[in-house]
């Protein structure tokens, strides 16, 4: 299962990184690219958006299935990666590497209340 | 939940299976998209031993045959030939749709799908007593079924098979033959080239392995439905189902309303007439059409009953069942997420021997 121990996660499986900025970027993780199977469509939020913790903000499309992206925490989309949408399958590669979008958290402390790697391990294993 | 013969031979290959009408069947072996374009360019194969060959012989097999099917049996002359049909229901319903081949005058077989097996059974015993006629329905599920299909899946089935060549050589499409275990026809649910085998189960493991060594793709559900849906062929249960008329889901030239011979559900159809039209759409931008999206158009509104990604297209297209009076070319719009998004009505197929047929 890859699952890197450097990034936080969602019940709903995104995963986030703290930079150094203190945003927050977002991904999906491998196991969600692995559900879904080949993605053909990426719906990305527009930058300036702001969000509650657990909107949806973004839509990722496989072959099979549509599915839902939710923020992570409350904030404000700052970045979007549109080289992941013009390229859906580099999800596919490496799901780590293809993040879609970055958030200013209202909270930066909600960094902390995210699933850390063990604690995701143990949400998709159930 | 039931498992064809090859199942450890699919898992051995990594394949992520999934629950399909109660078959743990494979999905993928890996990229559903490479296994599509496998199939388009080169050659692919996928295990359909989960659909059910059924063998109906005696005397009055092909009378019994005439009244199931809205297709007409007696079209089938020739020893080997085949074709598509439903059976219908008293309101003109789909019960499942099939293949069926003429082995002989008093011998047919028939290919029904998994998921309405034990109902087509039940259907055609019911029928089979009504009529008082005299024929013996046998599911044959001592038989297991690979589909080579793509370009160049003839030849590569020969590869694998020396021994089928001789007799499958000649053979045209929707056509079959037996040639010693194998029940060779050339059929297929792809739009491509290709033969649907049929054969004792126990040798099921060393075909699908030969094929492997002779360079088949293995290819599962996945793409599967993206090259049926490319080649505008219908899914039973999504396109059609027990309360769709053929008609209304662009199976009309598979029924035979024109010959003196009553068939179950022709009444209906009679009564009822076409009442809507299913159609090929394109989507114009970005996004993927699925199932039950809704479509506006000048006439009224409709249903995509199919949508998908086009791997062949690089664009989503999908089946969608309009009001009558909408024309191929016509602009519509569909509902993705409470958003309206232009799409491009064409007639199917989409994809036929690797050549995109629409334009967009």
Not at chain 1, 1 to 15: C, D, G, S, V
Not at chain 2, 101 to 127: C, E, P, Q
Not at chain 2, 167 to 182: C, K, L, R, T, Y
């Amino acid at each position: 299962m890859n699952i890197p121990a450097e990034l936080r996660y969602t019940q709903t499986h995104e995963w986030v990184r703290l930079e150094d900025d203190g945003s927050f970027t977002v991904g999906i993780t491998n196991h969600a690219q692995e559900l879904l199977g080949d993605l053909v469509f990426i719906e990305l939020p527009e930058i300036g958006n702001s969000c509650k913790a657990g909107a949806q903000v973004a839509v990722v499309e496989s072959v099979k299935a549509a599915s839902d992206i939710y923020a992570p925490a409350a904030g404000s989309v700052i970045a979007v990666n549109q080289a992941a949408a013009d390229a859906p399958e580099s999800v596919n590669a490496d799901a780590y590497t293809a993040w879609l979008f970055r958030l200013k958290p209202d909270n930066a402390s909600d960094y902390e209340a995210l699933l850390d790697a063990a604690g995701y391990q143990q949400a998709i294993e159930g | 939940m039931q498992k064809t013969v090859l199942n450890e031979a699919h898992r051995a290959l990594g394949a992520k299976m999934v629950d399909f009408g109660g078959w743990d069947m494979p999905l993928h072996y890996g990229s559903q998209i490479e296994e599509h374009h496998a199939v388009r360019r080169d050659c692919g194969m996928f295990d359909v031993s989960h659909m059910c060959a059924v063998d109906i012989a005696g005397a009055d097999a092909k009378a019994f045959l005439r009244r199931l099917l809205a297709n007409n049996i007696d079209k089938l002359k020739q020893p080997g030939k085949a074709f598509y049909s439903v059976m219908l229901n008293a309101k003109g319903g789909v019960v499942d749709d099939l293949i069926v081949y003429h082995l002989d005058d008093t011998h047919f077989r028939i290919v029904i799908n998994a998921g309405t097996t034990d109902k087509d059974l039940a259907w055609m015993a019911s029928r089979l007593i009504d009529w008082k006629l005299d024929a013996n329905i046998a599911p044959r599920r001592d038989l297991a079924m690979i589909a080579v299909q793509g370009p160049n899946a003839r030849e590569k089935v020969w590869k694998a098979l020396p021994e089928a060549r001789a007799a499958s050589a000649e053979i045209g499409h929707f056509f079959a033959v037996q040639a010693g275990d194998f029940f060779i026809a050339r059929t297929g649910y792809t739009g491509e080239d290709g033969f649907e085998i049929g054969m004792p189960a126990d040798r099921a493991e060393a075909v699908w392995q030969a094929l492997l060594d002779a360079g088949v793709a293995p290819s599962g559900l996945g793409a599967r439905d993206t090259l049926r849906l490319e080649a505008g062929m219908n899914l039973y249960g999504q396109d059609m189902d027990e309360a769709t008329s053929p008609l209304d889901a662009g199976l009309g030239w598979t029924v035979d309303l024109v010959a003196a011979r009553d068939f179950f559900g022709k009444a209906a159809l009679q009564q009822h007439g076409q009442q809507r039209q299913l159609c090929g759409i394109v989507l114009l931008g970005k996004g993927v059409l699925r199932g039950h999206q809704k479509v506006m158009t000048p006439q009224g509104e409709g249903e995509i009953s199919s949508g998908t990604f086009s791997p062949t297209m690089q664009q989503s297209i999908g089946l969608a069942r309009l009001p009558m009076g909408v024309t191929f070319g016509n602009t519509v719009q569909v509902e993705i997420r409470d958003k309206l998004h232009a799409a491009k009505v064409v007639r199917t197929p989409f994809v036929r021997f690797g050549k995109v047929l629409v334009n967009f």
